[in-house]
């Protein structure tokens, strides 16, 4: 039996990357005392709550890698190769997410934490979401939940995403729309969750595609839905038909700023059922949230450079970039392929800055990428801006557009082509070393007490 | 039937009449909760949700709270 979030948890421990807390903390307490370390923390006892929380456990491209078995270059690979080969999840009967059904929905007992002091309330920050649509079929998306009341969560739906659209169809017949929240899902479930895959394909698939073996689904108790098995809890309810007219955050969000108030749908809470002693996991913010969606951003930036036929040495989705805005990828150029793959990477999602460098630079390097730039691009003929695109509200400088509250968000794009121009040779950028490097060693004039110190690294994420 | 302990309902009640006290004024979510350090997180958790179902919140844009005066 899969174990989830709880595998996870248990790849992080044996690596030393994730520290179990036994002394009782307050839910207050759990968000500062993670800002205080790169490790993960498990907290096995929270104070007035028979459940454990975690946070922190995927923080940067290291941890991505190894919850995911591969190299720290190996993201977007490993991610397409489970888009490649999907497998269908099987319905089971049994699941632990069963051991406890309440007998009213009460979600206080769920130690969702208040985290940021700007936010508006308590938030669950790694909900996934499941809804069906009668068009489209499942669909599987990672939301952000406000508590309200026990009974009642407000979901922001304010960018472009399936669960949106469901809404809108919803809405637009006049009828609620039932979803359920899987909380203590495990990484590749969370990543299936957030690749902007056509709309209709079931991201439990993917999930399985990622694992290599098909995500076990039981059914919900009272909407027509299927969730993990191995899920720590499962809200069941319904989206209401009221459109934008709830107020939900601000939020200490993926951009890493405070957000705003914000008028959303509601979500109403039907059933709640969960394991016996839960684990609830909370993200991070923003890192762990954007390392939610990295690799599914580098996957599907691969693929888009594939479909383009260009030969892709490296793709960096940047932690400065929240792994979402700001794709950089080398490549192995053929006259004319820096503008094709910019054209290629500029089609993902809601990027809006995309760097192509030849295969001579580290791109997880910044010093090295504005070696590039600096050197290569000529801002008359190498940049590359498309307007009035598709945007993300997270941004606070996109512009919304559209009627009232459930206006959508527009952005443009740019692209910098940073690769070696036509006609310029390759010797051209030769790097300077230094004479006999290898034939003299400093400590030999030093003495030994000198002291080389780690390699600084330059500029690397 | 749930595995974690019930919250009274008379401390929820408590709770929530000083959370509307505090609602006089705009305040923002962290300052309900600093001023209620002495309660269990749970407890707050479910006068939030009475306190909603008292009254129709009031926010501004930096996402402060409050409740109208009648």
Known sequence: ??????????????????????????????TPLLWQTEKALHFQNIKGYDAEMVGGLVVDRSRAAALLGCRLDGLAQRFLEGVNCPIQPVLVKESPTLEVI???????????????????????????????????????????LMYRSPNELSVDLKSHSDLRTFYERALHEGRPLP?????????????????????GTDEYTIAGGLKGEPVPLVRCRKVDLEVPAYAEVIIEGELLPVGWTKDEGPFGDMSGVNGGLKYNPIFRVTAVSHRRRPILHFLKMPRENNWCHGPAIEGA??????????????????????????????????????????????????????????????????????????????????LVVIP???????????????????????????????????????????????????????????????????DPGRGKE | ????????????????????????QPVFFAQIMEGLEDCAYRSILLAWGEVRRRNELQRDQQGRYWVKAL
């Open chain 1, 1 to 30: 039996m899969q174990q989830g979030l709880r595998s996870s948890i248990e790849t992080l421990r044996q690596k030393g990357e994730l520290l179990e807390i036994k002394k009782a903390v307050d839910v207050r307490y759990v």
């Open chain 1, 388 to 454: 009035g695109t598709r945007g993300k509200h997270l941004d606070p400088s996109a512009q919304m557009i559209g009627e009232g509250e459930a206006a959508l968000p527009v952005s443009a794009r740019l692209g910098i082509d940073a690769t070696i121009p036509e006609g310029v040779s390759r010797s051209r950028y030769e790097r300077v070393a230094p004479a006999f490097l290898s034939s003299v060693r400093l400590e030999d004039y030093l003495g030994s007490g000198y002291d080389r110190g780690p």
């Open chain 1, 102 to 144: 309440q007998d009213r929905s009460d979600l206080s007992v769920l130690p969702i934490p208040f985290m940021h002091d700007k936010d508006g309330g308590p938030f669950l920050t790694s909900a996934m979401v499941v809804s069906k649509d009668p068009k489209y079929g499942r669909n599987v998306g990672i939301y952000r």
């Open chain 1, 179 to 199: 979803v359920a929240a899987i909380l203590g899902a495990d990484y590749p479930d969370m990543l299936a969750a957030t690749y902007k895959c056509p709309t």
């Open chain 1, 301 to 382: 930036a691969l693929r888009a450079l594939q479909n383009a036929r260009i030969d892709v040495a490296a793709i960096n989705a940047t932690q400065g970039g929240m792994c979402y805005w700001e794709l950089i990828a080398s490549i192995r150029k053929r006259p004319g392929e820096g503008k094709n793959a910019l054209a290629a990477l500029l089609s993902v999602a809601e990027v809006k800055l995309a760097i192509v460098t030849d295969d001579d630079i580290d791109i997880y390097d910044r010093e090295d990428v504005a070696w590039a730039m600096a050197l290569r691009v000529q801002a008359d003929r190498d």
């Open chain 2, 1 to 24: 039937m749930s595995a974690m302990p019930p919250a009274k309902g008379s401390d929820v009640e408590t709770i929530a009449n000083r959370i509307e006290a505090m609602l006089k």
